[in-house]
């Protein structure tokens, strides 16, 4: 199968600082990869040169083995790629469907148009339905949804927008046993479909090598470890940590 996504040599430098030096990554359909890193480790500035939100300073992207220059957020979206952010940027006092149809509203009749919200209703329910997220009604507002509740509401309107490459930023921060539970199942679940590939922002180790395929550990905006989440552990991970920060402390 065509790598789903490519990058290589991924560098960004904000004047004298550089935030990213020679990142490359690569991932296939159907997989997950767990990127993860300390604050500053460069995890963000990745995620936003995925994302359209801003250009490499140099490196190449590849989508479906076809080079790109991703242009802008709309332009990674047109391509397949969403992302959803820790702050998950739902409307709290929109019902779940409106948060699923958020800026791509179906409209009716002829101009003024007017919200079609039965067939909203009804695609939100499938669309739900699709990946296994047990909402009781599609007409509450997402206030009040549990934190693991909103997170899939996210993700959901992610898939629904027909992405491929979906990014994560912290889907388990601050969430208890339970609502981690339901997330990671969500995860599964899309994996499964053999359509998507996954990757995840995390922090937590033992949570991301639960979840993960291929682990990436990012340090100083460089890549100091990748591997198969099966072929290393907590321990060995938190080492090379240790390493890089003595080197650090030396130089």
């Not at 996954?198 to 550990?217: C, K, P, V």
Request: charged share 20%; hydrophobic share 45%; glycine share 10%.
């Amino acid at each position: 199968m065509t790598t789903l996504l490519r990058a290589t040599d991924i560098t960004r430098q904000f004047g004298s600082v550089t935030a990213l030096d020679g990142v490359s990554l690569h991932l296939e359909p159907g997989e997950i990869l767990g990127i993860l890193g300390d604050n500053g480790a460069g995890k963000s500035t990745l995620m936003k040169i995925l994302t359209g939100y801003q250009p490499p300073s140099s490196g190449q992207i590849w989508i479906d083995g076809a080079e790109v220059a991703l242009r802008s957020v709309d332009h990674a979206r047109s391509l397949g790629i969403e992302c959803v952010y820790q702050d998950l940027a739902l409307v709290n006092g929109l019902s779940v469907t409106h948060n699923l149809f958020l800026n791509r509203e179906i409209l009716r009749g002829f101009p003024p148009f007017m919200l079609d919200n039965p067939a909203m209703r009804r695609r939100a329910r499938e669309i739900l339905d699709d990946i296994g997220v047990n909402i009781p009604s599609v007409d509450l507002e997402v206030e009040r949804l549990s934190g693991g509740q909103r997170q899939a509401i996210a993700v959901a309107r992610a898939v629904g927008s027909a992405a491929r490459i979906l990014l994560l930023d912290e889907p388990l921060a601050a969430m208890g046993a339970r609502e981690s539970a339901l997330i990671i199942d969500l995860i599964q679940r899309l994996k499964g479909r053999g359509d998507m590939a996954i990757i995840m922002i995390m922090h937590n180790y033992a949570q991301t090598l639960e979840i993960a395929d291929r682990i990436m550990l990012m340090q100083h905006g460089t890549v100091t470890y990748e591997g198969r989440a099966a072929e290393t552990s907590v321990s060995e991970l938190m080492e090379i940590v240790r390493r890089g920060y003595r080197a650090a402390r030396s130089a």
